[in-house]
């Protein structure tokens, strides 16, 4: 039983990218089929998990962008810390339905980021909104979509080397 519950989790994860469900964007493996001429704003959001040590916003709040159409724009991230630190991005679109129609061409969420002490990174994304939910009769009001990042550290960079978690005090034989 235990087994199932702990398998379920990466088997829901997988599902919501997939679909698109909770507002997961999906991966865009083809190109849109068009532009169209309905425009929606797209507003850019970042947060920071409590504990790490970054700092950043969106190179845009906010822009007009027309469904179909391949935009790049990107978030500038500061390490303010006074060690390497690496951290992945989760992110979601709102409203939550619409997900399914928010297409990731290329995007630092999808690995890991690694910044030394006071780096600071521009992180680009590039993205369309599926010119499929014009056809969707639950869209047809839709005039905004918010994209929002949370970084989180991963917990490979809390770790240190062996030598440096080694007490000089203590006798090796």
Same mark, same amino acid.
Do not use: H
């Given at each position: $039983?235990?087994?199932?519950?702990?398998? +379920?989790? #990466?088997?829901? !994860?997988?599902?919501?990218?997939?679909?698109?469900? /909770?507002?997961? #964007?999906?991966? +865009?493996?083809?190109?849109?089929?068009?532009?169209?001429?309905?425009?929606?704003?797209?507003?850019?959001? %970042? !947060?920071?998990?409590?504990? %790490?040590?970054?700092?950043?916003? #969106?190179?845009?709040?906010? $822009?007009?962008?027309?469904?179909?159409?391949?935009?790049?724009?990107?978030?500038?991230?500061? /390490?303010?810390?006074?060690?390497?630190?690496?951290?992945?991005?989760?992110? !979601?679109?709102?409203?939550?339905?619409?997900?399914?129609?928010?297409?990731?061409?290329?995007?630092?969420?999808?690995?890991?980021?690694?910044?030394? =002490?006071?780096?600071?990174?521009? $992180?680009?994304?590039?993205?369309?909104?599926? #010119?499929?939910?014009?056809?969707?009769?639950?869209?047809?009001?839709? /005039?905004?979509?918010? %994209?929002?990042?949370?970084?989180?550290?991963? =917990?490979?960079?809390?770790?240190?080397?062996?030598?440096?978690?080694?007490? =000089?005090?203590?006798?090796? =034989?």
């Amino acid at each position: $039983m235990v087994g199932a519950a702990y398998a +379920a989790v #990466p088997f829901y !994860n997988w599902f919501c990218r997939v679909t698109g469900l /909770n507002g997961t #964007p999906q991966i +865009a493996t083809a190109a849109p089929s068009g532009i169209l001429a309905r425009e929606v704003a797209v507003r850019f959001d %970042l !947060n920071i998990a409590p504990g %790490l040590s970054w700092k950043g916003e #969106p190179d845009d709040t906010e $822009m007009t962008v027309k469904i179909g159409d391949i935009i790049t724009t990107a978030y500038r991230i500061t /390490n303010v810390s006074d060690r390497t630190v690496t951290a992945q991005a989760a992110y !979601n679109v709102t409203p939550l339905t619409a997900g399914g129609y928010f297409q990731k061409i290329n995007c630092f969420c999808f690995t890991d980021q690694t910044l030394a =002490p006071g780096e600071t990174r521009e $992180m680009p994304v590039v993205f369309y909104v599926d #010119p499929a939910l014009d056809r969707d009769a639950e869209f047809d009001g839709l /005039n905004a979509i918010t %994209l929002s990042y949370t970084f989180y550290e991963t =917990p490979t960079s809390k770790l240190r080397p062996l030598a440096a978690r080694s007490d =000089p005090t203590i006798a090796r =034989p």
